[in-house]
């Protein structure tokens, strides 16, 4: 079984609530899953874009706080 990397996409909503997906990675695989829904997909291609979609569609999420 291939070893199981995360890294995560951090957004914050108008309100101050922070939003978190995490993309974890095995192998050739990459899965979505958002802690503050339970949203889940699996992406092979641009997973961090696809999780910053979900982020903006879903909750509003837009303020990125590396661009600080």
Do not use: N
């Amino acid at each position: 079984m291939p070893a199981t990397t995360t890294s995560t996409v951090r957004r914050w909503d108008q309100d101050g609530r922070e939003h978190v997906v995490r993309v974890q990675k095995a192998g050739a695989q990459r899965s979505l899953i958002c802690d503050t829904c339970g949203w889940r997909k699996g992406a092979q291609f641009l997973p961090w874009l696809k999780a910053e979609e979900h982020l903006t569609e879903a909750h509003r999420a837009t303020v990125d706080p590396a661009a600080d």
